[in-house]
Structure formats: C-alpha cells, structure tokens
C-alpha cells in the first residue's frame, strides 16, 4: 500500500475538526481507506471524543477495523459502552478483525446487552478471536 498524499491527510484532518458533521463524517472514512500513522491517530481520537458526532465516531471504528491496528484496542473496548447503536456494534466487529485476546472480557460482557444487533456482533467478534460462547443463545 502507497504511504497517504500528506496534502490530502491534512485537508482530512482539517475537515475532521471542523463543525461541518458531513465533512467530518466523510474524512473519518476517508481517512480510514487513506491508512498511516496520521490517519490512525485521528481515528483514535474521533472513536474516544465522547462529544462526537455518533455517526462519525462509529464510523470511526468501522475504519479502525479495517486497519488492524493494535494501538486502537484499548479505545474501541471503551467504545463498547459508547451511547447509540452503531459505535459499539463497530467496535465489537473491529475489536474481531484486529484479534487482539484483550478483547474477550469486555466483549463477554456485552452479550448481556439488550441491544440483539450488538450481541450478535460481540458473539461473531468472540468467534474471530477464537473464543467460543457456550449456551450463547441462553444469553437473554
């Protein structure tokens, strides 16, 4: 993979700071495809901002995902119990594609969400990191 245009990375990171929740939304993916250490940084910081946008700090763990990056571990468990729907269920799946075991505690302890789409993500993401829930169907 071809290291980001810098000149592009920075007109995202100047997007992702500023009040346009479009603009944001659309640099947190946008960095998220771009990749490196900039990006990286970025996403972390928008997937922990408890004052974010909830699109844009979902999407933020969707792109933390598909990067695979270790450093973005701890914050994602923290995004488990972000508010909204969509943060934590990404987190969940991100936290299963990086494979990281830190993971399995926090992730066991979503399966008692009332939230069904979430379990359901937290189950798969176990699943991926090797982990097999018994009775998971018991969970309710």
Do not use: C
């Not at 771009?34 to 763990?61: F, K, Q, S």
């Not at 987190?91 to 979430?118: H, M, T, V, Y």
């Amino acid at each position: 993979m071809a290291d980001p245009d810098p000149k592009v990375i920075k007109q995202l990171l100047a997007d992702l700071r500023g009040f346009d929740k479009a603009k944001r939304r659309s640099a947190v993916m946008k960095l998220g495809l771009a990749g490196g250490e900039e990006a990286i940084r970025a996403l972390i910081m928008t997937v922990r901002n408890d004052h974010e946008d909830l699109i844009a700090r979902g999407r933020a763990a969707l792109m933390l995902g598909q990067l695979r990056d270790q450093r973005a571990v701890e914050p994602l468990i923290r995004a488990l119990t972000a508010p909204g729907y969509q943060t934590p269920i990404y987190a969940a799946q991100a936290l299963g594609k990086i494979g990281d075991r830190r993971a399995i505690e926090p992730l066991l302890a979503a399966l008692n969400s009332g939230n069904e789409r979430f379990r359901q993500a937290a189950l798969e993401a176990l699943k991926n990191l090797g982990y097999e829930v018994q009775n998971a169907q018991d969970q309710d």
